[in-house]
């Protein structure tokens, strides 16, 4: 069975703090990525990453930074949280396109809520 | 404990034929249930169904919801090979989290 982890459910941060999500998949995936889930507005892709060290900005990636440092790990950074990044972040991973499979496994998500 | 199911897991058609994808699902307070259409790196946003019994339509793809059942249905009539990709039913409950289905892969060969 395909895992994919996020490091944490819920969770609350003030405004300007750094905040860190991390994900985590057992399954050898070379991609991963980052998508934010809002009401109405359907998933938008942050960031993705398709090896160790690789990154590639998504449709939304102002605010945010990634780190892929190893292949099962996928950290998404904001710098300085704020009100707008309020929102369930996925995280989702899945075998390099052309391997014969592009499903994506998604995380639970992590309910993020800045104040 | 919470779950989307979708069916069936995988699907392969010829052009235009009518496919019918299923997801149920079984949802602590239930808000809404979304379907994605992926193809590469990102899902599509394709339906919000929020009701019951109202069909939403876009083209040549429709969907509907039952809340009494707790499923819906993804349809798609005279397919094209553009349509090949998975489909993904996600549900959100009052809370804002996400739940999605494994997703149906659906092939349609010209």
């Known amino acids: 069975d395909v895992k994919v982890t996020q490091s944490s459910r819920y969770l609350v941060k003030r405004t300007g703090e750094k905040v860190f999500l991390e994900c985590v998949q057992d399954m050898d995936h070379e991609n991963m990525f980052w998508y934010r889930q809002d009401p109405g507005l359907g998933l938008r892709l942050i960031y993705f990453s398709y090896d160790v060290k690789m990154k590639e900005k998504g449709d939304i990636p102002e605010g945010y930074s990634v780190s892929r440092e190893k292949k099962e790990r996928f950290s998404l950074i904001l710098e300085s949280a704020s009100t707008n990044q309020t929102s369930m972040y996925l995280c989702?991973?899945?075998?390099?396109?052309?391997?014969?499979?592009?499903?994506?496994?998604f995380g639970p998500g992590t309910r993020l809520t800045v104040t | 404990e919470d779950k989307v199911v979708q069916s069936p897991l995988s699907l392969v058609v010829h052009e235009g034929d009518t496919v019918t994808l299923n997801c149920s699902y079984e949802?602590?307070?239930?808000?809404?249930l979304l379907w994605y259409k992926q193809e590469k790196k990102a899902p599509t946003f394709l339906f919000m169904l929020?009701?019951?019994?109202i069909e939403k339509k876009s083209g040549r793809l429709s969907s509907i919801l039952d809340k009494k059942e707790l499923f819906s249905i993804l349809n798609i009539t005279a397919t094209q090979t553009g349509d090949s990709a998975i489909y993904l039913c996600a549900v959100g409950d009052n809370n804002n989290d996400m739940r999605f289905g494994a997703g149906t892969r659906l092939t349609v060969k010209p």
């Open positions: 989702a991973s899945s075998f390099r396109l052309g391997q014969g499979s592009w499903e994506q496994y």
């Open positions: 949802v602590t307070n239930f808000r809404s």
């Open positions: 929020t009701s019951s019994g």
